[in-house]
């Protein structure tokens, strides 16, 4: 397994980029326990995907919802998240998805892969 993390894109995140989707990672007899960060995210806007070895988790707010209505105000400073991070971990080809579970709970991603 190669946990290794690749860096963040500094272009799109700026100076706020090593707060990207803070992970730990937890080695266990028989699994890895990965604890991922996504703070202000509901349950539905993550996804988490294992593709030709590589587990790919990602993440998307508030792409779709343009504010147009201008009769509730203009927003005159935004600093709440909007937007779409990933990051990805080599796993292994041996791996299945319905091998990895996953919760979400608390803000936290929490999933266990097995060895």
């Not at 539905?44 to 070895?53: R, T, V």
């Not at 937007?83 to 266990?112: C, T």
């Amino acid at each position: 397994m190669d946990f290794s993390f690749p860096d963040v894109d500094k272009a799109l995140y700026g100076k706020h980029a090593k707060n990207v989707m803070k992970t730990d990672v937890k080695e266990t007899d028989n699994s890895y326990e990965v604890d991922i960060d996504l703070p202000g995210f509901k349950k539905d806007e993550i996804e988490a995907k294992l593709e030709n070895g590589y587990l790919t988790i990602s993440a998307a707010k508030g792409l779709d919802k343009e504010e147009k209505d201008e009769k509730d105000g203009k927003y005159i400073r935004k600093e709440r998240y909007s937007g779409a991070m990933s990051r990805s971990f080599y796993v292994g080809d041996e791996l299945k998805q319905e091998d990895i579970k996953a919760k979400y709970q608390d803000g936290i991603l929490k999933l266990s892969v097995p060895k």
